[in-house]
């Protein structure tokens, strides 16, 4: 049975390479930024070709009443089949036609071609003509890959840094201590009794005075005429930052409003509620914050000892100096790699130039928008304020779309160029360091990784990082120092506390 199935499948295959006769007459014609739109005509003796081959093949197989398997004439083969099998004689031809010019015309075409098979129609005589539009990868050359400038930044791990970083270790190994003199500071913590006011509308206000006469009357209000007028929160712990919360309303410049007040002390402010804001209860009010003080605390560090030593896995101060410093070097060189990478990308954007396939441009948006929708509604904004932010996300959704697309295609032909392929093994390999460092088993994260679509993603960016590679090696690298921007510091702040998580993360291995 196997044997005859190959046999059977050889034989179609045969069938199928075989070239028609007549050829095809196929002209190819611009339709757009790298979109092509192609008209077929297939001519009659192709036609008349298949419907033989495929009455050929049904002969042989159709059972007809009267008549013995492969002895039925063709006269009633086209009486009981012919509208089932002029179809798939039209699909036939359809496909191998435009296959066959694709081909020819050597069209790299994105995706499928785009045919509306139920217009087209087998004609009882003359030739089939149909035609197609396809999106094509676009056609551009590439700037010269060698000697690219790139600036690098030297690597500086001084003293400051790293006494920072263990100044930040201790205050994640403290504990909050009462403040004997009772007076707020910045980054204290307060432990309060609150009073939130929410600002009634006139028609709440109305249905408030409504329901009170009720109750006076000792009848039942009606359900949703009775409105909270306020909150009252009891011993509520609250953060003096500058971007803070009391109970659930933001509250800024929250350290202005509470340093040097002292235990006892009541202050009061009102704060507009954004009209994004997640909690609907809130969203859009002005709101009176009031804030009686109970407890005044201070983080205070711990102090390096044998304790807070061993949290770390080190034996002295040194050594954890020496474990932190080993720490900021590695966040400093994926730092520095990851500029270097993007000065990369950003000179092969500036020096190359070409149109985007609409379609999949838009296709791409798309995508982008529904994420960034999503992510929206996550946060807690309803679906007309975040209907009120879609022009805006469109319009940056294009942009990013149009960025990633084209980079794609640049880093796809970089790749061709240099002739750079990722094997099965490297992909094994970079998913096994992943699982490692999440703690799962590698074979499980690309059975996951295969089920949600993102292997063939994760597979093209370590193809581009092996290209990015490759062009570094030959790249022009002029070494710099640091540069102090504005930017700098916050930068540098939040790598520095990643440095410290990392570190903390060392007692954990």
């Known amino acids: 049975m196997e044997e005859e199935t190959k046999d059977s499948n050889a034989s179609t295959s045969q069938e199928q390479e075989t070239p028609r006769t007549a050829k095809n007459t196929v002209t190819v014609e611009d339709a757009g930024p790298c979109k092509k739109k192609v008209s077929i005509e297939v001519p009659e003796e192709s036609i008349k070709e298949a419907i033989d081959e495929q009455y050929k093949e049904l002969g042989r197989e159709a059972v007809l009443p009267g008549f013995r398997k492969g002895r039925a004439p063709r006269r009633l083969l086209e009486k ?90 201790r205050r994640y190994a403290g504990v909050w201590a009462p403040r004997e003199e009772g007076t707020v500071e910045a980054d204290d913590q307060i432990i309060a009794d609150v009073l939130l006011k929410p600002e009634l509308t006139e028609e709440e206000k109305a249905k408030q005075a409504e329901a009170a006469e009720k109750a ?29 919360f009391v109970g659930a309303i933001p509250v800024e410049k929250l350290d202005e409003w509470l340093v040097g007040a002292k235990v006892g002390d009541t202050r009061t402010t009102t704060v507009e509620v954004p009209k994004t804001y997640f909690r609907e209860e809130y969203r859009g009010r002005k709101v009176e914050v009031e804030v009686t003080i109970k407890e005044v605390k201070y983080l205070k560090p711990a102090e ?111 790749a061709d160029k240099l002739e750079i392929e990722v094997t099965e093994e490297e992909i094994n390999g970079h998913i096994a360091q992943i699982a490692i460092q999440r703690g799962q088993r590698p074979e499980k994260m690309k059975e996951q990784m295969e089920r949600d679509g993102s292997l063939a993603q994760f597979r093209m960016d370590v193809r581009q990082n092996k290209c990015i590679n490759k062009l570094l090696e030959t790249a022009d690298i002029t070494e710099q120092e640091a540069q102090a921007t504005e930017a700098k510091p916050k930068k540098a702040k939040k790598t520095a506390k990643k440095s410290a998580e990392d570190t903390a993360e060392k007692k954990d291995q």
Do not use: C, W
């Open 304 to 414: 390096i000892n044998e304790q807070f030593l061993s949290r770390y896995g080190v034996e002295s101060e040194a050594d954890l100096r020496e474990l932190i410093q080993d720490n900021l070097q590695q966040r400093q060189e994926a730092r520095v790699r990851e500029d270097m990478s993007e000065q990369i990308y950003q000179h092969l954007l500036r020096n190359t130039d070409f149109d985007l396939p609409l379609d999949i441009v838009a296709r791409q948006a798309g995508t982008i928008l529904q994420r960034q929708y999503i992510n929206l509604l996550q946060r807690g904004l309803s679906r007309q304020q975040v209907e009120e932010q879609m022009e805006q996300l469109r319009a940056g959704s294009e942009e990013q779309a149009k960025e990633q697309l084209k980079t794609f295609f640049i880093m796809d032909k970089v």
């Open 80 to 169: 009981r089949f012919g509208k089932e099998t002029n179809e798939q004689i039209k699909l036939k031809l359809l496909a191998e036609a435009s296959e066959a010019a694709i081909k020819d015309k050597e069209l790299d075409i994105l995706g499928d071609p785009d045919i509306d098979f139920e217009k087209i129609e087998l004609p009882a005589t003359g030739p089939m003509k149909f035609e197609f539009e396809a999106e094509v990868r676009p056609e551009f050359e590439l700037p010269n890959l060698e000697k690219i400038p790139v600036k690098r930044e030297k690597l500086t791990v001084t003293d400051e840094q790293i006494d920072r970083e263990v100044d930040q270790l």
């Open 216 to 244: 006076g009357r000792g009848e039942e209000p009606e359900e949703g005429q009775v409105l909270e007028a306020e909150t009252k929160l009891d011993n509520a712990e609250i953060f003096i930052r500058s971007q803070g």
